[in-house]
């Protein structure tokens, strides 16, 4: 169904047919992962599509509240009347696995796209956010047979069989393993670059070589304060890079936007991979051209001081900005 925005949002402004007239048009923008679906590939190619020119609109949930865990959806729709280009899943709570993917497949199915993080506690510890931010011994798991290797692969693989999943339903995911590894707080970015790069790698390889799990795009995130290219797994593990800060305006952030693209180049779109207040989307442009935004959950979302329900509404309502139902027909994802 045609929106007001569906001419500026669609492959239809391209004058393209889908996937394949796209990557005929940028045969330089194609995913790692030489084996990606079908799926992967037609998203991929709609967000180059977008990257410069309009700016998806996101949101984490809650999620692990499973009393209400869409309540950040409930809330957008009642004060901006629209849903979000993108939903953020996390993997952080083992209660809520099956129910995750189930939000997560149904999300798709509604013509949206799917991105998941995982807020991974510390092996050795238990899970949760504060045992995300314990520290574990890297150094150690990463040599075969050690008992930390053997944590922490168990882990890895089970969260594996739960993009299975979602790869089976024909799913394609935005995957953000080991978020703000740049900085100290979560236990994948106490050791430094070297042990960073090697953990991503080492996932990279299982998940695709292994669990095949072709479905995934996947996505680096920076912890803004420090976007340091030491940190770069390089081109041939990633495929989006990105930041994420947490400031109290809602200014574009084009610092941190030059920080990633002195890194990356334009060999992959930039995102904000997480954020708190929405950026003013009239600043946006040339020097902060995110491909999109996601907002963090519960008082990130809701607080006066991140963002008021008018400025909400304004957002959502810009040209500037991609929501749910401006999405290609071509992206409903999920049997």
């Known amino acids: 169904m045609l929106t007001r925005r569906t001419t500026l949002t669609g492959l239809a402004a391209l004058g393209l047919t889908p996937a394949s007239a796209l990557a005929a048009t940028a045969p330089s923008r194609t995913l790692a992962n030489a084996e990606a679906s079908a799926g992967a590939r037609t998203l991929y190619d709609y967000l180059w599509s977008q990257y410069g020119r309009h700016t998806l609109t996101g949101q984490q949930e809650q999620g692990y509240n499973f009393a209400n865990a869409q309540r950040e959806l409930a809330y957008l729709q009642r004060v901006t009347g ?15 696995h099956a129910r995750v993917n189930a939000r997560a497949l149904a999300w798709a199915r509604s013509g949206g796209i799917v ?10 510890i238990g899970t949760g956010y504060e045992h995300s931010k314990q520290d574990f011994d890297v150094v150690a ?25 979602l790869r089976d339903a024909k799913v394609p995911v935005l995957w953000r393993p080991f978020h703000e590894f740049s900085g100290d707080w979560f236990w994948w970015g106490k050791h430094g670059p070297d042990a960073f790069k090697a953990l991503w790698q080492l996932m990279y390889d299982r998940f695709t070589r292994q669990h095949g799990l072709n479905n995934l795009i996947w996505v680096l995130g920076w912890a803004g304060q420090n976007v340091d290219p030491a940190y770069y797994p ?41 954020n708190g207040p929405v950026p003013d989307p009239a600043l946006l442009g040339p020097q902060a051209d995110w491909l999109w935004f996601m907002t963090w959950h519960t008082r990130w979302l809701t607080g006066a001081d991140q ?23 071509m992206l409903r994802f999920g049997r």
């Open 115 to 124: 991105t998941f993080c995982w807020h991974w506690g510390a092996p050795d």
């Open 82 to 96: 629209r849903a979000p280009a993108i939903l953020g899943f996390d993997y952080i709570d083992p209660r809520d």
């Open 234 to 274: 390089g081109r041939d593990r990633v495929d989006i890079a990105g930041a994420d800060i947490y400031v109290a305006d809602h200014g574009n952030l084009a610092p941190m936007f030059a920080a990633v693209k002195a890194i990356v180049g334009d060999d992959v779109p930039i995102c904000l991979h997480e």
């Open 141 to 165: 798991a990463l040599k075969p047979g050690t008992p930390q290797n053997r944590l922490m692969l168990a882990q890895m693989d089970h969260i594996a069989r739960l993009l299975t999943v």
């Open 307 to 329: 963002n008021t329900p008018a400025q909400l509404k304004r957002d959502f309502a810009s040209s500037r900005y991609v929501t749910r139902d401006e999405l290609p027909a």
